[in-house]
């Protein structure tokens, strides 16, 4: 079983900063590609943010410039720094990952969810 546990969110003002972390938990071998997706309210969940076990990055144009993503390898835990937030980042925020378990002698590849934190933007 792996779990990714999300932590982090809540209220904060426009112009405010958060940080949010998750952790993945479990029988992991590796760990790929690890990435944060939002959903707002009657919206589509959409990429945020991910990163390469190698340190690659990829941003929404939209967070550009304001948020930054890291992660580190030996705790399995990605981090999403967020400056500058505006009203229109307010959304559930999910943490996602591309990972291995090993099961016996058996190799399993798999995407994984977390439960999602909210993060709210508002004066």
């Known amino acids: 079983q792996v779990q990714l546990v999300e932590s982090g969110g809540g209220l904060v003002q426009p112009g405010g900063s958060l940080r949010l972390s998750c952790a993945a938990s479990?029988?992991?071998?590796?760990?790929?590609?690890m990435g944060w997706y939002r959903q707002a309210p009657g919206k589509q969940r959409e990429l945020v943010a991910d990163i390469t076990s190698g340190g690659s990055t990829n941003y929404a144009d939209s967070v550009k410039g304001r948020f930054t993503i890291s992660r580190d390898n030996a705790k399995n835990t990605v981090y999403l720094q967020m400056n500058s937030l505006k009203p229109e980042d307010t959304a559930a925020y999910y943490c996602n990952a591309d990972l291995t378990t090993i099961q016996g002698d058996l190799a399993h590849t798999l995407n994984a969810w977390g439960q999602g934190t909210l993060v709210t933007v508002s004066s």
């Open positions: 479990g029988s992991i071998f590796s760990i790929d590609v």
